[in-house]
């Protein structure tokens, strides 16, 4: 007889931003999870919850690395996305994301100014980070194919006031 397995949602954040790793141990608690264990590993906490609708919750899951399989949004994910594209911009640039100041010399003169960029091997990650962007309006560009720059001013401005620091 074989015992069976109980799905488990393991995000591991770094123990630099110890309010991410709150963040997400009250998001886990407010969608689904009854509880959530903290287990510290070196310079990061694996924060987790078992619970056999995760995958409900994350149909995307699945064998494989993320950017060798295809990541579709279910109709109900894309009409929450489309609520609050904010969130879910959040949620991407605080896991392959930065905002950093960024130094560009032009005829002897220094410019330095805030810039965000986020990065992932996954065509259709990107695609839906590109897409929450457009929703805001929110000007962006591609650096390279794995590379999306967010750098003028006021488009820097907006995803400031949805991304917030990770802290």
Not at 77 to 90: K, S, Y
Not at 113 to 120: E, K, S
Request: proline letters at 5%.
């Amino acid at each position: 007889m074989t015992s069976a397995r109980i799905p488990v949602l393991r995000i591991y954040c770094s123990d630099t931003w110890p309010n991410l790793i709150s963040l997400c141990d009250n998001a886990m608690r407010e969608v689904l999870a009854a509880s959530v264990q903290r287990v510290q590993k070196q310079g990061c906490v694996g924060v987790q919850s078992y619970g056999t609708h995760w995958p409900c919750l994350l149909p995307q899951h699945g064998p494989g690395k993320k950017h060798e399989r295809r990541i579709v949004l279910a109709d109900w994910q894309e009409r929450i996305v489309e609520t609050v594209p904010g969130d879910f911009l959040r949620g991407l640039f605080h896991s392959d994301g930065a905002r950093f100041a960024n130094r560009v010399t032009v005829r002897g003169k220094t410019y330095v100014y805030p810039r965000y960029m986020f990065v992932n091997e996954s065509t259709d990650i990107m695609g839906l980070c590109q897409w929450a962007l457009d929703l805001l309006g929110i000007a962006w560009r591609m650096n390279r194919p794995n590379s999306l720059s967010v750098a003028r001013r006021e488009a820097v401005a907006v995803l400031d006031r949805h991304v917030g620091p990770k802290s």
